[in-house]
């Protein structure tokens, strides 16, 4: 796709109200698989953590 092409669709996806609609559900999916992502994250540590331990202290 050339530049030209491209710029067209974006132009046409902001004026579009039905764009914008889809946009505001992309941006809440990000949001929830970005929060989801976090939150394995920080929970994962420290189940590892835990399974260390626990690993640990059965020798």
Avoid at 13 to 39: K, N, P, Q
């Amino acid at each position: 796709m050339n530049a030209r092409k491209i710029q067209s669709v974006v132009v046409r996806l902001i004026r579009d109200e039905s764009g914008a609609e889809v946009m505001e559900y992309v941006l809440i999916a990000g949001l929830i698989i970005v929060g989801t992502i976090a939150t394995i994250a920080g929970l994962g540590t420290k189940v590892l953590g835990r399974w260390t331990s626990v690993k640990n202290s059965s020798l």
